[in-house]
């Protein structure tokens, strides 16, 4: 069975300041691992992916996100955040080995505070 | 493109009545699935659908019934609703690989 943990349910930041949401994550095969972001009454929007290749992932607005095999992380940053950023933040999961089934965390509300 | 579109936007409902949300994309997607979303649980994978014809359970699939009869379309169906299939609905599509999927703009749902 795969799994995704988001660990906070809350990440508040000051405008500038470095942001992070933590994903941890399960999986019996090689991961392909989603963000996405969804603002109030919206759908979902994609950030970023990792399916293979280099660790660090550049996405959509400045995000980025650092796969971490060992530690089974795939963590996002952005190195200044912005107001505009506010937004509830999903990691997701799906296991390379033919499961076409795309499992979410909990999610992540992140406040920017101006 | 439209992407993926969902009707309707808002929905009440009472306690037995039935209804069918609807789902369309214009990406010729093979993939596509539903989710509900309820506060503090994420989505949860209702039912999806891996090509015309093709359906099968997510982890959720109590009280709800797909179907797949073109590429396009995949509509979800409550027969008898209940208080506890009060949510957000959103269905999603993708294409072939390990691509991302697209999500249509939700179904809000209430039953009373």
């Known amino acids: 069975a795969q799994s995704v943990a988001q660990p906070e349910d809350q990440v508040n930041v000051a405008e500038g300041n470095p942001l992070t949401v933590k994903c941890t994550y399960s999986?019996?095969?090689?991961?392909?691992l989603f963000w996405y972001v969804q603002y109030p009454n919206r759908g979902l929007q994609f950030l970023l992916k990792?399916?293979?290749?280099?660790?660090l992932v550049k996405g959509s607005y400045g995000f980025e996100a650092e796969f971490n095999k060992s530690q089974t992380s795939f963590h996002l940053k952005k190195p200044s955040a912005l107001v505009s950023d506010s937004a509830l933040y999903f990691c997701a999961v799906r296991d390379e080995e033919g499961d076409y089934k795309l499992s979410f965390g909990a999610g992540t509300t992140v406040t920017v505070r101006a | 493109n439209a992407g993926v579109t969902q009707t309707p936007k808002f929905q009440v409902l009472k306690t037995g009545q039935s209804m069918t949300l609807q789902c369309a994309q214009d990406?010729?997607?093979?993939?596509m699935s539903w989710y509900r979303q309820d506060p503090g649980m994420g989505l949860r994978l209702i039912h999806y659908s891996v090509g015309a014809g093709i359906t099968d359970q997510g982890e959720v699939p109590n009280g709800y019934n797909v179907s797949r009869s073109t590429t396009e379309d995949f509509p979800l169906r409550l027969l008898s609703a209940a208080p506890s299939q009060t949510s957000v609905y959103f269905c999603?599509?993708?294409?072939?690989?390990?691509?991302?999927?697209?999500f249509g703009p939700g179904t809000r749902l209430t039953v009373t």
């Open positions: 990406m010729n997607h093979e993939y």
């Open positions: 990792y399916i293979t290749g280099d660790n």
């Open positions: 999986v019996s095969g090689n991961p392909y």
């Open positions: 999603a599509s993708r294409g072939p690989g390990g691509g991302e999927q697209y």
